[in-house]
């Protein structure tokens, strides 16, 4: 099992096709800005512009990929969970923003620490507060805070999730 080589696979399908465009997000992804922290899978998010395409790229996917567990792929041996475009705003601005890093030895596309800060508060387990905390140690709060405006529900329950981190004494 390598991240690496998942990544060269997607890389891959990139290249021929299968895959248009794609971002990693997640703890992996948040390695080009923190401390490595454990995890088993890979998040990405794929670019698709209709439900009908993500079914389709899903079904390639499928097919080359080495195995499914639950909603995972199994690709270079790790499990990849694959997000479209098109479930939310948040998911194709984090993709058409992204910036390019290496894992390892390989090219990726990562989020912007915002982005990222964005996904976690969506998710907001509680490994994901963690990651919250580390990653606004250096994030830019003026972007951040332009993100929670274009991207935070009615109810700014990104915005207040983010806040109660915060008075908990935290960052």
Excluded at 51 to 56: G, I, K, S
Excluded at 79 to 97: A, G, N
Excluded at 130 to 140: K, N, P, T, V, Y
């Amino acid at each position: 099992m390598s991240f690496e080589d998942a990544i060269r696979q997607l890389n891959q399908w990139k290249k021929q096709g299968v895959l248009r465009d794609y971002v990693l997000f997640g703890a992996v992804a948040a390695t080009a800005y923190m401390e490595p922290v454990f995890t088993e899978d890979l998040d990405v998010i794929i670019l698709v512009d209709t439900d009908a395409e993500y079914l389709d790229t899903f079904r390639k996917v499928a097919q080359l990929a080495q195995g499914q567990e639950g909603m995972h792929y199994l690709i270079g041996g790790v499990p990849v969970q694959l997000f479209p475009t098109t479930s939310q705003p948040l998911y194709r601005d984090t993709l058409e923003t992204a910036q390019k890093t290496s894992i390892g030895d390989v090219r990726v596309k990562v989020p912007s620490r915002g982005h990222l800060i964005l996904l976690y508060l969506q998710a907001f387990r509680a490994k994901d507060h963690f990651r919250i905390l580390q990653l606004l140690e250096h994030a830019d709060e003026g972007k951040l805070n332009a993100l929670l405006e274009r991207f935070d529900d009615q109810a700014k329950t990104l915005a207040a999730r983010l806040q109660n981190l915060r008075r908990a004494g935290l960052p």
